[in-house]
Nanobody
Framework: QVQLVESGGGSVQAGGSLRLSCAAS????????VGWYRQPPGKQREMVAV???????NYASSVNGRFTISSNNAKNMVYLQMDSLRPEDTATYYC???????????????WGQGTQVTVSS
């Protein structure tokens, strides 16, 4: 069974930085796509940043230039460096991976449980 676990969330003042990490474990054969999504209070989940193996990252316009996604597929890890944080970045952040599960040979989407990021003004 594949599991994704996020860490690194917390509370920070506007202008500060946080680094989120996501560790995937289980029977993983190949990771095709990794990304971060967020769900602000009372709103729908939205894409923050995604990156495919060997591809250039894609960012939401609201975070472009402030956030940086990176991954280490050999270690089944994905990161999100968040700089110049704003109060509107407050949300629950979720890690996502589209991967090939080794045991049953099935590809699918996997999600972490989420980590809270709160930015105060």
């Amino acid at each position: 069974q594949v599991q994704l676990v996020e860490s690194g969330g917390g509370s920070v003042q506007a202008g500060g930085s946080l680094r989120l990490s996501c560790a995937a474990s289980g029977n993983i054969d190949t990771i095709f796509l990794v990304g971060w999504y967020r769900q602000p209070p009372g709103k729908q989940r939205e894409m923050v940043a995604v990156i495919g193996d060997g591809d250039s990252p894609n960012y939401a316009s609201s975070v472009n230039g402030r956030f940086t996604i990176s991954s280490n597929n050999a270690k089944n890890m994905v990161y999100l460096q968040m700089d110049s944080l704003r109060p509107e970045d407050t949300a629950t952040y979720y890690c996502n991976m589209y991967l090939l599960e080794e045991l049953h040979g099935l590809a699918g989407d996997y999600w972490g449980q989420g980590t809270q990021v709160t930015v105060s003004s």
